[in-house]
């Protein structure tokens, strides 16, 4: 039996020990809260000039909700991806790395752990969202579908985003490296839902659609807002942010097991 | 003369402008058909659905495969309509009608906006062939406003959530600095 494996028997805990201790030094150090103030500051400005938008009429308030769901399920999973993204590249810019190289825990369970603790800020994000949509939403009834569907994509959003930052964050030597990797994929992976309606009717802009995570969640979120679809209905928009969320989140222990190093593989 | 006076030879110059030139594009309608609708008149709420149905009668000899169109006019300037929002399934393929057959059509539409619009039915043979469309009689529909909105519960938590943030942030920094 490996060291590795004798540690994961005597301590199967271990990444809810490093998960406890990251969300400590992330909500207690202020940071968070502060990402938290001014994400409520940027929801807070589009809700209002939403809201008192004169030529708002029924369909357009549903749009208004699926515009206020949409960025705050993007812009909550940037905040996760980018506390991810300074994971293990902080931590070895720092200097603590080596710290906790020489601890007994298992290099995979520390990035799960911290994987955890940059999905709190995604968490603490929608709950920041709930009352503009709440307020948005009410006059419409759809206030709770809403949510729930912002919840799910959101989640599986933040979940692949978060797992991305951390893979990110394991092979890069430099933090500016990895934040600005992670930021670069963040936009790539957005750029797509910025394309007219029309370059999104032929195979090719379906499949681009379809594939991308982050574009085919968005689409979902849209299709149940504004067209009233049912879940069944566009289930299938589904499948690449849960492969996405799925394959990501069980890459990183994996590739932390193997890869976590003193020095990152890439350099900035 | 008064401009009273002027008005009747140029309504007179008008109307035969306008017979010359409907002449030069000349259309013949497809002879023996009729659009009829069950309800001339329908009052609504912004938001909600409402439905009416249009029978297309061959009272001639069999046709061409026939089209039907609904359109959806707004009979004030400033309200914009984009007849996609009301309805997307606009235009239904009739096939062809046999002599002295009827088809009923169910329009299904979305209040998108209020105020007063007119909607009609334009049947088109699908032949391409240059003739008149035949339109079905208005349906009048009066769309009531429902305020679903209140912008001044948005400020109240665009301002609370931050607000509260803002609180908890500046809470903790003193908290961290006494400690």
Known sequence: MSRAETVDAEHPRIWAVVL??????????????????????????????????????????????????????????????????????GERERGTLETLLLTPAPRGQIAT??????????????????????RLGSGVGIVMEALAVGLVVGTLLAIFLASLGILISVFSNSNRFSLSLSLFVLLALFAPSQLPSSAEQGWAGNLLMRFN????????VGRIVVNGHSWSEDISWLVSP????????????LAAGRFISLRGGVSG | MTPRRHALPLL???????????????ASSPAGFSATVDRTRISTELGRTFVFRSTIANEGAAADDLIAHLNIVSLRSDVYVDPE?????????????????????????????????????????????????????????????????NAGGILSVALGVPAVLGVLAVGLKLRRRRA
């Open chain 2, 85 to 149: 929002d009301w309805s997307t399934h606009r235009t239904r393929y009739l096939g062809s009608l046999a002599a002295g057959g009827s088809r009923t059509i169910t329009w299904r539409l979305k209040a998108v906006n209020s105020g007063a619009f007119d909607v009609y039915v334009a049947v088109l043979p699908r032949s391409g062939h240059a003739r008149r469309p035949v339109t079905g009689p208005v349906v009048a529909v009066a769309v009531a406003g429902r305020k679903t909105l």
């Open chain 1, 113 to 134: 752990g911290k994987l955890l603790a940059a999905l709190t800020l995604w968490l603490a994000s929608f709950a920041v969202t709930v009352p503009y949509v709440w």
């Open chain 1, 213 to 220: 995570p982050v574009t085919a969640g968005e689409h979902f």
């Open chain 1, 20 to 89: 406890q201790r990251e969300v400590r030094d992330l909500w207690t150090g202020g940071r968070a809260l502060v990402m938290c103030l001014a994400f409520s500051l940027l929801l807070s400005v589009i809700a209002y000039l939403v809201a008192t938008n004169t030529d708002l009429n029924f369909l357009e308030q549903r749009e208004s909700v699926s515009l206020t769901l949409q960025v705050a399920t993007a812009v909550g999973a940037l905040l996760a991806l980018l506390v991810a993204g300074d994971a293990i590249s």
């Open chain 1, 242 to 253: 849960v492969i996405a969320a799925v394959v990501f989140a069980a890459l990183v222990p």
């Open chain 2, 12 to 26: 007179a110059l008008a109307a035969i402008a306008l017979a010359l030139a409907t002449g030069a594009h000349a």
